[in-house]
């Protein structure tokens, strides 16, 4: 099967759509990137857990899913257009990605009509075509940065918005319930990173949940399918409040 730079996931019901920037950290084989593969399993080059989480939640919830199918370390997708050096980082948490180093301005370019274009522009087409009542944008974050290892992030999972927090404000309350450590624009603000969501969902007047879930409580198979009952209900709960 040809490589394909994102993963659709058709369900039938068209008010929840679920949407991982960082699901994979495959590199196409045209693409060197000039780092140890240890690495394509660390925080810098995916987001850990989240494929096998969303496909879970798209299957229990029988929703679409959009899920990114390359490393975040060739094209960041959650960036904004002009975020030049977060986009494509030469380094990302203190190690360094030689293959990113002193790029020509047109292999940027390459690396954004490849990547960064088509799919943000299929996220559009699918909204476009079929729109959601609700989008679920799926991340999991590292408790402790190798560039930082004094900031331990205790939260185990954060809930970040920019301007629209309707979504957010709805689900805090039902996180809360539980016995999990919850942060608000935790463990950075959508006020500041917030791409996706901004392109897709708050232009669209669309409402949406960022998720961010630490990484150490994703880890096995058991954990994801403990998350995944936990978020079945969140959404659910969330959606109804919605409408």
């Given at each position: ?5 994102w ?33 394509y399993?660390e ?15 798209c ?17 960041d ?24 180093t002193?790029?020509?301005a ?32 799926l ?49 950075y ?33 058991q ?21």
């Amino acid at each position: 099967m040809a490589y394909q730079p994102w993963q659709d996931i058709e369900g039938a019901d068209p008010s929840i759509l679920i949407i991982a920037d960082h699901a994979s950290a495959f590199i196409p084989d045209d693409i060197n990137l000039g780092i140890e593969a240890a690495l394509y399993d660390e925080h810098v080059a995916l987001d850990k857990g989240i494929q096998s989480l969303g496909i879970k939640l798209c299957q229990t919830l029988d929703c679409r899913g959009i899920f990114a199918m390359q490393s975040r370390l060739i094209v960041d997708l959650n960036r904004e257009e002009n975020d030049i050096l977060g986009m494509i980082p030469a380094v990302s948490d203190g190690y360094v990605i030689p293959g990113n180093t002193g790029l020509k301005a047109e292999e940027r370019q390459q690396r954004l009509e490849r990547f960064y274009y088509p799919y943000h522009q299929h996220i559009a087409e699918k909204i476009k075509i079929q729109r959601p009542k609700l989008i679920i944008s799926l991340h999991s974050f590292t408790p402790c940065l190798r560039s930082n290892m004094d900031c331990y992030r205790p939260w185990h999972v954060g809930l970040l918005y920019n301007n629209d927090d309707r979504a957010t404000q709805i689900a805090i309350p039902l996180f809360k319930k539980t016995s999990l450590k919850i942060g608000e624009n935790e463990p950075y603000s959508g006020r500041i990173l917030n791409a996706t969501m901004n392109r897709h969902a708050e232009a669209n007047n669309i409402p949406y949940l960022v998720l961010e879930i630490r990484q150490d409580t994703i880890k096995n198979e058991q954990e994801i399918e403990n998350w995944r009952v936990l978020l079945e209900d969140i959404i659910k709960e969330t959606i109804k409040k919605l409408a």
